[in-house]
């Protein structure tokens, strides 16, 4: 199963050029290009680094539910500090557990541009289901 979550990390995802780096539910990792995820400012999109951080978090809460009951994960809570602009090149995403409990996970994700100056700070709240 958690081959299968890496391998399918959603179709916005995909359409966003997100690919995934590493994965386990202590630590995801994963970047995205600036180019075709730019506001009308030529600048990151907001919304680009939130998919980014939910896409990250989504992984480990999935594996986390996933190795803790066969269980999955839904989101329930996301926010986002946007720090810096990124305007090319690459956003690269490290999402680490803030908690792992039982019914509810919340994960950190620091988002960083190549020079590995922040670029954004999110927190993901997910809730885990039986399956």
Same mark, same amino acid.
Do not use: W
């Given at each position: 199963?958690?081959a299968e979550i890496?391998?399918?990390?959603?179709?916005?995802?995909?359409?966003?050029?997100?690919?995934?780096?590493?994965?386990?539910?202590?630590?995801?990792?994963?970047?995205?290009?600036?180019? !075709?995820?730019?506001?009308?400012?030529?600048?990151?999109?907001?919304?680009?680094?939130? *998919?980014?951080?939910?896409?990250? !978090?989504?992984? !480990?809460?999935?594996?986390?539910?996933?190795?803790?009951?066969?269980?999955?994960?839904?989101?329930?809570?996301?926010?986002?500090?946007?720090?810096?602009?990124?305007?090319?090149?690459?956003?690269?995403?490290?999402?680490?557990?803030l908690r792992l409990?039982?019914?509810?996970?919340?994960?950190?994700? *620091?988002?960083?541009?190549? !020079?590995?100056?922040?670029?954004?700070?999110?927190?993901?709240?997910?809730?885990?289901?039986r399956s």
């Open positions: 199963m958690e890496i391998d399918e990390p959603g179709a916005l995802a995909e359409r966003m050029g997100i690919t995934i780096a590493e994965a386990a539910p202590e630590r995801i990792v994963g970047s995205m290009p600036v180019d !075709g995820n730019t506001q009308p400012y030529g600048m990151l999109h907001g919304g680009a680094s939130c *998919v980014l951080a939910e896409t990250l !978090g989504s992984i !480990g809460a999935a594996m986390y539910a996933y190795r803790l009951f066969a269980g999955r994960a839904v989101g329930v809570d996301i926010n986002a500090t946007h720090h810096r602009a990124a305007r090319e090149g690459t956003v690269t995403g490290v999402a680490t557990p409990g039982r019914t509810v996970v919340t994960y950190e994700i *620091v988002i960083t541009d190549d !020079g590995g100056k922040r670029v954004c700070t999110a927190r993901l709240t997910c809730v885990l289901l």
